[in-house]
């Protein structure tokens, strides 16, 4: 039966909050915005850490908030939550990341912690060996799962030997990491030159940073270089097939090249994605989940890093069914490539891009978040405007034209792991196979 959607109604520019911006004196920049909505304040802090050691920077992640020189890792627990907040830590190829949240009227308290946290954080032996335990476990279980296992072997297919080719240290290295360390690289990394912090909420913008500064304002020290090279270009070549000897599925891995966020053709290269695989009711998820039943879904999606811009899609499929849902994917690729989109076809993807921009700025998790991504590029709100824009104004043509340049599957890197002693003959016919370890 045929889809009739209605007109698409124009898109509304977009009404961006209140907000400001400063430079603090010790080099962190401070954006805060309002959005009233809950008496709640949104804390996201970026620290750039690209070129940090793998298996310390992952600890000291894991590890920041377990205590001070006055304050226990109960305590620091203890005080967040009297003034309703929380605060954690995380770890991406580029930065370390600090988020949670507070009642309103707790900020400044919330920041008295952090910075507490960011300048006095010691690491206590226990502490770090019990969390040292936890993500060694961790490590061990990510090991056991199929998706972390071919995302590990797409990235080194991918980066080779570029910083962010691995992206997860191996528990020996884990296990070699002592406290000391952690002291060390904390002193020498976590410094606010070069850092962002983002606060949204029920908050006066200016009064906020006036918050901001006089809490964080001797938290000091100059930024190391963490620069990252340029991601090398894709190299096209054979696929690797990961032998995961009696496996029921296969996981199936595609990266292609993409565009950055700047980039003036990335809302079209957005738009194809969408169309080709990047929600529910693109053409890969019609062809192998409705249509043939191989899958129970696949996704494509752009990851943007520091240092360039990959389109990676995935899809988990039954073994027997493997190289045929290689196929479809290598047909759906090549259509997307070499044939424009559909008006109707386009206009709902169009729809759904707009639609999933204003809902991911709808609450304040959501923007702080958001705003903190976009500011580790370089980038503000105002950028959701532009991009907002260039969605509503993409044609087919253009689509086209880069979905030709970057999603033809001459240009994929494709990694499947899987059970070799099943599905080798299978891929063998549709292209050429070179083995992996696992």
């Known amino acids: 039966m045929t889809k009739t959607l209605p007109d698409l109604i124009p898109d509304s520019e977009l009404t961006l909050p209140p907000q400001a911006e400063r430079k603090l004196p010790n080099g962190l920049i401070v954006i805060a915005i309002r959005r009233a909505a809950v008496p709640l304040v949104e804390v996201r802090l970026r620290v750039p850490f690209g070129r940090a050691p793998l298996a310390a920077a992952t600890l000291l992640s894991q590890a920041l908030f377990t205590g001070t020189g006055s304050m226990s890792m109960l305590d620091i627990a203890a005080e967040l939550q009297a003034v309703g907040g929380s605060l954690g830590a995380g770890l991406d190829p580029d930065r370390l990341q600090i988020s949670g949240n507070a009642l309103a009227d707790g900020l400044g308290r919330t920041l008295e912690i952090l910075a507490g946290v960011l300048t006095d954080a010691t690491y206590p032996g226990e502490e770090v060996v019990t969390e040292r335990e936890r993500l060694v476990d961790h490590i061990q279980v990510a090991l056991s799962q199929p998706s972390h296992l071919a995302r590990v ?90 032998d995961r000897p009696g496996s029921v599925q ?71 069914v493997t190289g045929p849902a290689l196929l479809e994917t290598t047909y759906e690729l090549g259509r997307i490539a070499s044939l424009p989109p559909g008006e109707e076809e386009l206009e709902q993807a169009r729809r759904y891009a707009l639609g999933t921009l204003r809902l991911g700025m709808s609450t304040q998790a959501g923007l702080a978040s958001l705003a903190s991504v976009y500011a580790g590029f370089g980038l503000r709100l105002g950028h959701l405007r532009d991009h907002s824009a260039a969605l509503a104004a993409a044609t087919r043509e253009q689509v086209a034209a880069v979905a030709a340049k970057h999603l033809a599957p001459s240009r994929a890197v494709t990694v499947v792991l899987g059970d070799a002693a099943a599905i080798e003959d299978q891929l063998s016919t549709l292209t050429t196979v070179e083995r992996g370890a696992q």
């Open 153 to 242: 072997a797409l990235l080194k297919r991918m980066f080779v030997d570029h910083p962010y080719a691995v992206q997860t240290p191996s528990e020996a290295e884990v296990h070699a990491v002592e406290p000391e360390a952690l002291r060390e690289l904390h002193a020498d990394r976590v410094r606010p030159d070069g850092s962002t912090l983002v606060l949204v909420g029920d908050i006066d913008p200016e009064q906020a940073i006036d918050v901001a500064e006089k809490m964080l304002g001797g938290w000091t020290g100059v930024a190391r270089d963490g620069e990252i090279p340029p991601t090398p270009a894709l190299r096209p070549g054979s696929l690797l097939l990961v």
């Open 250 to 320: 296969s996981s199936l891995r595609i990266a292609l090249p993409a565009l950055t966020r700047t980039d003036p053709d990335y809302a079209a290269l957005a738009l194809a994605n969408l169309v080709f695989g990047g929600y529910f009711s693109s053409r890969w998820v019609e062809n192998i989940r409705e249509d043939k039943g191989y899958t129970y879904g696949s996704h494509s999606v752009v990851e943007h890093f520091a240092a360039g811009s990959a389109l990676v899609a995935a899809a988990d499929v039954a073994t027997e």
